[in-house]
Each structure stands twice: as C-alpha cells, then as structure tokens.
C-alpha cells in the first residue's frame, strides 16, 4: 500500500476547507469542517481496507459508533478551542488553566477511545487490516491534528 497518494489525497481534501475555516473564524465553519473531514476519512478507510462484504458487515458499525464517540470529544475540543479564542487577547492565567486542563482532558478521552475502538476493530476483522486501519487511523488522526494546531494560535 502506497501512502504517498492517501496523504496527498487527504491534505487536498482536508486543507481547503481547514483554510476556508480559518478565514471565516474558527467558529463559523467547524460543524462544516468536521463533516467534510469525516467524509473523507470514511472514503480513507474503504480505498485502503479492501474489506470484503462480510468484513464491512462487521466493521462499519463498529467504525460509525468510534466516530459517533468521537464526534463528542471534537465538540469539546471546538467549544474548548472557541472559548480560547473568544478569549484569546484577555485571557487570564485562570482562564489558561482551564483551557489546559480541559485540553489534556480531551486528549486523554480521546486516546481513550482509540484503545477501545482499536481492539473492537481487532475483533471484527482480520489482523493484518486491523493493524492497516490502526495505522491509518494514527496517521489520519496526525496529519488532521498538525493543520488543525497550524491555524491555532499561541497563548499570549
């Protein structure tokens, strides 16, 4: 399997609307964003897991309940990240301890999430395109999470 295409393929589908977001206001166009990214990671996995029909059976309830999971935790992170924004030129060393201690938060139930959907997923598929849609799913999750933070800024 080849990622230099599925990279290619996803900063084309992800980056214009990140950059589109980013014009309108971090706010304005999340639930947009989120949408289209989501999309795109579904057609991620089915080019990159060939599964079978029996295999998809199994597996896509398994990956819908992961995303209807996780879906949760990005809403908390766009509320988290807008209430840093919102606040960004008068944020207060207690208001920064908050938007910290909700990040780490976010991030803990995330990977949280990941371990557990990874080994549903183990059990639904074979182990080579479990390891497949586990690799992918970290290098979806890195590459989505580094032009994300790109357009964040940093604390004052």
């Known amino acids: ?21 980013q014009d ?4 304005t166009d999340e639930q947009i964003l989120l949408k289209q990214v989501m999309t795109d990671r579904k057609a991620v996995y089915a080019n990159n897991l060939k599964l079978t029909d029996d295999e998809s059976k199994k597996f896509w309830p398994v990956y819908d ?9 990005n809403d908390r992170f766009l ?3 807008n209430r840093f924004v919102e606040n960004y030129d008068t944020l207060s060393e207690n208001d920064a301890a908050e938007v910290l201690k909700e990040k780490m ?16 997923v183990a059990k639904v598929l074979p182990p080579k ?8 799913e970290t290098r979806v999750d890195n590459m ?12 004052n």
Request: with cysteine.
């Open 144 to 155: 989505l999470r580094r032009d994300v933070y790109s357009l964040i800024p940093l604390a």
């Open 1 to 21: 399997m080849k990622f230099g295409p599925l990279a290619v393929a996803l900063c084309l589908t992800a980056l214009p609307v990140l950059a589109q977001a």
């Open 24 to 27: 309108a206001g971090l706010a």
């Open 105 to 120: 938060a976010i991030e803990k139930d995330r990977e949280a999430l990941k371990q557990e959907y990874t080994r549903k």
């Open 129 to 136: 395109k479990a390891l497949r849609y586990a690799q992918i």
């Open 79 to 81: 509320a988290n990240l």
């Open 65 to 73: 309940a992961y995303e209807a999971e996780v879906k949760k935790v």
